[in-house]
């Protein structure tokens, strides 16, 4: 009975510990679950801009990163190089996203001000690298 009782804060430290990790775990999902509406609404505003040959809105949805590296000539490269394809899925973690199309990817990133692209045109080159031609990640 001793050895029991000597085990037991054990046990009980490990599934109290086991808790906590599931309880984190849900906690960083849900997280994403709440976010992923909010980015998949800017992934589509930037696809609709973005078929519209609004260059002006396409790039207000770009993040700082990704307008800068448009440079001098402006976002209507950016039109020609984007796939347009209607968004059909997006993901969030935290404070980054990546929403899907049947054409290519998004990434997008979650400003002070909102959601920004930071990623498009994006294409897997493996498993865990993509492509982009408007931005990268």
């Not at 609709?48 to 976002?75: F, H, I, S, W, Y």
């Not at 993901?91 to 400003?111: C, I, K, P, V, Y």
Request: contains cysteine; glycine residues 10%; aromatic residues 8%.
């Amino acid at each position: 009975m001793n050895r029991f009782r000597a085990g037991y804060p054990a046990i009980v430290r490990k599934i109290i510990g086991g808790f906590a990790a599931v309880a984190a775990l849900a906690a960083v999902a849900g997280c994403g679950a709440a976010d992923a509406p909010d980015a998949e609404a800017a992934a589509r505003r930037f696809v609709t801009a973005a078929e519209r040959g609004a260059a002006d809105e396409v790039c207000a949805l770009l993040a700082p990163r990704a307008r800068d590296a448009v440079g001098p000539q402006g976002c209507g490269p950016v039109l020609a190089a984007f796939p347009h394809a209607p968004i059909e899925s997006a993901a969030a973690w935290g404070d980054e996203a990546q929403a899907r199309s049947a054409a290519d990817t998004l990434f997008l990133h979650d400003f002070p001000d909102g959601w920004r692209v930071t990623g498009a045109g994006c294409h897997p080159r493996n498993d865990q690298v993509y492509d982009c031609s408007v931005g990268g990640r």
